[in-house]
């Protein structure tokens, strides 16, 4: 979870939506719950390992709804093609804050336009490397199916 990404989702929410709040606990009773996936940068951190590093342009992101407002967002990581351990993610903000704040203004009855995105090129997303797919919260997976 990223929660010091709490105040820019509040600056895109806070016109529409009285007092979002930032749930830091996974475990509390949730009202709403979506898959989407956000960008972001992996590096391995394993230094026997080739390779250093990877972009992702889906990376898996589980947006869940709380009561009053009340929000959190886990974003899964990935493992390394290579070594196959899990790398360290630097998160595109913008991706996630439009995510987030777009699917909270949808929860709270906002009228919101259709999100369209255009495909970006990245390499393909590899199911088995996706903790997101492997816990059955990946957009991308749930398409295929």
Request: glycine fraction near 8%.
């Amino acid at each position: 979870m990223f929660p010091s990404v709490h105040h820019d989702v509040l600056k895109v929410v806070s016109s529409d939506i009285s007092k979002p709040w930032f749930n830091k606990q996974s475990d509390r009773i949730y009202n709403n719950e979506y898959m989407s996936h956000v960008m972001g940068k992996f590096k391995c951190d394993n230094s026997s390992c080739s390779n250093r590093g990877w972009g992702s342009k889906k990376v898996a992101i589980l947006i869940r709804g709380f009561s009053e407002n009340g929000y959190n967002a886990v974003v899964f990581n990935q493992r390394c093609q290579s070594c196959k351990k899990l790398g360290t993610l630097t998160l595109d903000e913008i991706s996630y804050v439009e995510r987030v704040a777009y699917r909270l203004k949808k929860w709270a009855g906002v009228k919101v336009e259709k999100q369209h995105y255009v495909g970006k090129k990245g390499p393909p997303h590899k199911e088995d490397l996706c903790e997101g797919c492997k816990s059955g919260h990946c957009q991308v997976r749930k398409q295929a199916f």
